[in-house]
């Protein structure tokens, strides 16, 4: 089962989502993120969170919808995110893209990106995504498909990322090392229609820059 995950960060044009259609099979909607949702043309098949965020008026409007609706107080240990992935998590979600995953907020954005490992080692492999970008986790092989000259950058996580082997981008690796808190696999280049990422040891961060 894969899922579309709306979370309460920042979304500029909805036009984008539509490339997701045939991707989910249902829509989570972590407090706020509701109203993404409905802008987006879009019905929540349910809305999680402490509802501290989530505008009376878009609160009704979601009942009307039929949606189910889990709420939970709001002096808790989790985001409203990570409560809407380990619900998708009891309901069997395997593979997810998580909209407005990023916005102002610096500590709810790094929390929400830390979370695609978290929930990668519990089975779920995730994707954040917007109009502009795509981040997700690299743990042993991995096939991303991009245009020609769009931006992918590679940052090692949990450590130093080993024994990493790259096709179809412009500065490649061949076995080669990237370590923690260094920026040489920042930006990247597709010069074909796919990139194939290999890493024997460790996990990378991959944040491709889509075409404008």
């Known amino acids: 089962m894969n899922a579309l995950i709306f979370a309460g960060g920042n979304i500029t ?48 409007r979601v009942k009307k919808l039929n949606t189910e609706i889990i709420c939970y107080p709001k002096e808790k240990d989790f985001t409203d995110t990570e409560l809407a992935l380990e619900y998708a998590l009891k309901l069997g979600v395997k593979s997810a893209v998580i909209l407005a995953g990023v916005g102002t907020r610096p500590d709810h954005s790094l929390a929400n990106i830390f979370l695609l490992v978290r929930y990668l080692e519990k089975g779920i492999d995730l994707v954040i995504a917007d109009r502009d970008f795509e981040i997700f986790v690299i743990r042993g092989e991995k096939e991303i498909k991009g245009e020609k000259g769009e931006v992918l950058s590679l940052i090692p996580l949990k450590g130093d990322a080993e024994e990493i082997y790259t096709e179809g981008l412009y500065y490649p690796l061949r076995g080669e090392s990237l370590l923690f808190g260094t920026s040489r696999g920042i930006s990247n280049v597709f010069i074909k229609e796919k990139a194939k990422i290999k890493v024997g040891r460790g996990i990378l961060l991959g944040i491709k820059i889509n075409s404008i």
Not at 26 to 33: E, L, N
Not at 46 to 58: A, F, H, N, P, Q
């Open 13 to 60: 044009d909805y036009d984008f989502i539509e490339k997701y259609e045939g991707f989910y099979d249902i829509i989570i909607c972590a407090d706020s993120g509701a109203l993404h949702a409905l802008n987006a043309g879009l019905k929540p098949d349910y809305l999680i969170g402490d509802m501290d965020s989530i505008s009376e008026d878009v609160m009704e």
